[in-house]
């Protein structure tokens, strides 16, 4: 089993930063590929980005491509997400989810999901 707590999240001002992070435990970090989802109040859980066991490999939704970069410390069982540049529709909990098999870009398939934080980004 798989443990998860998201943190860094927050109130920010348009144009403004934050770091996420995503602490595991119960396992072999890096035998887990990562991503970030997010879910905004009405809306369904969205793509963010994700990232290989090595990290050698990420990707990132659209929306978010250029502004965000998603890494990991395997060493320290966690990983991050800097986000520059918000925007007042980055708001939503930010989800980190873990897999034992293939990494995608779709909440399906998942073995394991945090909590959540909050991230709010006021105009």
């Known amino acids: 089993q798989v443990q998860l707590v998201e943190s860094g999240g927050g109130l920010v001002q348009a144009g403004g930063s934050l770091r996420l992070s995503c602490a595991a435990s119960?396992?072999?970090?890096?035998?887990?590929?990562m991503s970030w989802f997010r879910q905004a109040p009405g809306k369904e859980r969205e793509f963010v980005a994700l990232?290989?066991?090595?990290?050698?490999?990420?990707d990132y939704a659209g929306s978010v491509k250029g502004r965000f970069t998603i890494s990991r410390d395997n060493a320290k069982n966690t990983m991050y997400m800097q986000m520059n540049s918000l925007k007042p529709e980055d708001t939503a909990v930010y989800s980190c989810?873990?897999?034992?098999?293939?990494?995608?870009?779709?909440?399906?398939?998942?073995?394991?999901w945090g909590r959540g934080t909050q991230v709010t980004v006021s105009s």
């Open positions: 989810a873990a897999t034992e098999g293939v990494v995608r870009a779709s909440p399906y398939g998942y073995d394991y």
């Open positions: 119960g396992r072999t970090f890096s035998s887990l590929a």
């Open positions: 990232i290989s066991r090595s990290g050698g490999i990420t």
